[in-house]
């Protein structure tokens, strides 16, 4: 009797020895599980990094970024909305003046130097905002005109190797029904364009004829010049483009 009783104890000390043998097995395969899976994170993360420098070196890590670069950048931006704020205000200034708004002043060749100097400048007190001058047939001559003038000619009149160059301070002129005709390359050291404007914005040309025949010069010549409005004209330019532009916008140029 004792025998039989021992013999179902003896097996269950067996039973639960292997139970907790199997149970320690187990969390050994957990652990090893979880220590190969943390692994695996471990290397995926350490290959992203890896694969984040890589890529950082395709990208700006040659150019610095700094406030400077910033703070030039917001001034340019600064300068170009002013300049435009600026130009709007310019292109609105103005209306389109009046040719007849004064009395002429004829100029020819036997009165030119008393109102322009042997380079083509207008004297100090000769001519001043607002007038208008009436070129009559002339030839070799250049005329840089810095005032806001209303220049015209006679019907039949023609200026033979001329340059009407409107430089700064000659906004708002008006140039029409002039007959310009040249021939020639360079006079006093100017390609004989037939009008130039450079730095003036604002300037009329119409109802004019300008034919130019030679190499390096051109009917109309444009630079930083904007506003301007060409219209009504007959323009050639043999040899070279009628009207080049640079840094010039928002001109009207039509009917031409």
Request: hydrophobic share 35%; proline share 2%; aromatic share 4%.
């Amino acid at each position: 009797m004792t025998n039989k009783m021992k013999l179902p104890s003896i097996l269950a000390l067996i039973v639960i020895l292997f139970l907790s043998l199997s149970a320690v097995s187990a969390s050994e395969n957990i652990d090893l599980v979880t220590n190969a899976t943390d692994s695996a994170i471990d290397d995926t993360i350490a290959i992203s990094d890896s694969n984040n420098d890589l890529t950082s070196g395709f990208d700006d890590s040659n150019h610095e970024i700094t406030d400077n670069d910033l703070i030039t950048d917001t001034n340019d931006l600064d300068d170009e909305i002013a300049s435009s704020k600026e130009s709007e205000k310019i292109g609105s200034s103005y209306e389109e003046p009046d040719t007849l708004s004064a009395e002429p002043i004829v100029i020819d060749s036997s009165n030119y130097l008393q109102y322009f100097d042997s380079d083509g400048k207008i004297k100090s007190g000769a001519l001043k905002d607002g007038d208008t001058i009436k070129i009559k047939s002339i030839s070799d001559r250049i005329f840089t005109i810095d005032k806001r003038l209303n220049i015209i000619s006679d019907d039949g009149a023609t200026l033979s190797n001329c340059l009407i160059r409107l430089v700064k301070g000659s906004s708002g002129s008006v140039l029409e029904n002039l007959k310009i005709i040249n021939t020639k390359e360079k006079i006093n050291n100017y390609y004989l364009s037939g009008i130039s404007i450079i730095d003036s914005s604002e300037n009329t040309i119409r109802n004019s004829v300008i034919n130019v025949s030679v190499h390096k010069c051109f009917a109309i010549m444009m630079s930083n010049a904007s506003y301007n409005k060409i219209i009504s004209n007959t323009l050639i330019s043999g040899l070279s483009s009628t009207i080049p532009m640079t840094a010039s916008s928002y001109n009207e140029i039509r009917d031409n």
